[in-house]
């Protein structure tokens, strides 16, 4: 059984753009399916496409299944099946033993960015970067399958 357990956090745009970070990959990833119990992702890089099946989220916890596929299938599959889309770019940075995600997010989510990272327990302890500020973990509307839907630059409109 695969499970992903995780928390998000925003980051301080100043200390981002001051940050020496490594290159980042563009990604697409659309959703064919997303509701409260279940969601199914089609995500596609430059090099390869990316299927994902999550349950619901328990705590910080759910399961989560990922695939590679052909890139060409994933660009069909989101152009034929997706319901809804997202653009970002993500960085990977270590700090202090672990692997930070930051996505940047683009189009009418332009100006949010989250960082992720991933656990090995519920309990596991890590340091935070001097560039995250409020966790937003648990909060629907920073899920990727929800900023598809009601992205960023909508919220105070």
């Keep these: 059984m695969a499970i992903e357990i995780e928390r998000k956090f925003l980051v301080d745009h100043e200390q981002w753009r001051l940050l020496t970070k490594p290159g980042g990959k563009h990604y697409r990833q659309g959703y064919i399916l ?13 090099e390869l496409g990316y299927i994902t ?4 989220t328990k705590g910080i916890s759910r399961l989560e299944y990922e695939y590679t596929i052909p890139v060409n299938d ?41 960082a992720e990272i991933e656990l090995e327990s519920e309990t596991e302890t890590f340091k935070l970067p001097p560039w995250v500020t409020v966790e937003v973990t648990g909060d629907k509307k920073y899920y990727n399958s929800a900023l598809s839907v009601n992205p960023f630059n909508r919220w105070n409109a």
């Design 53 to 56: 099946i999550k349950g619901k």
């Design 34 to 46: 997303s509701d409260d119990i279940k969601t199914i992702r089609v995500r596609v890089t430059d």
């Design 74 to 114: 994933g660009i069909e599959l989101l152009n034929n099946f997706a319901v809804s889309e997202l653009e970002k770019i993500r960085y990977c940075i270590n700090y202090e033993g672990k692997v930070w995600e930051v996505d940047e997010f683009l189009g009418d989510n332009q100006g949010l960015l989250v």
